[in-house]
């Protein structure tokens, strides 16, 4: 009976182990995932304001060809 005790004291504790090692696997995920996220909303934003500077420099390169002619 104490064997039957100990074997499942040491199987609920190896499971409750498991499980906090799932869960801080989780909160990197979730970290890892959210730094992600806000280096692809800052790369955005970049790429953003690139394609509005070059569409100005395109649309003054435009302006200016006209003019010449």
Request: charged share 35%; no cysteine; net charge neutral.
């Given at each position: ?12 504790t ?33 790429t ?9 420099a ?12």
């Open positions: 009976m104490l064997l039957i005790v100990i074997v499942w004291q040491i199987a609920a190896w499971r409750a182990r498991m499980l906090a090692a799932r869960e801080d696997e989780y909160r990197r995920l979730t970290a890892k995932y959210a730094q992600l996220l806000e280096d692809n909303v800052e790369l955005h934003r970049r953003s304001e690139e394609l509005t500077q070059a569409r100005q395109i649309a003054s390169m435009e302006k200016m060809m006209r003019e010449i002619e």
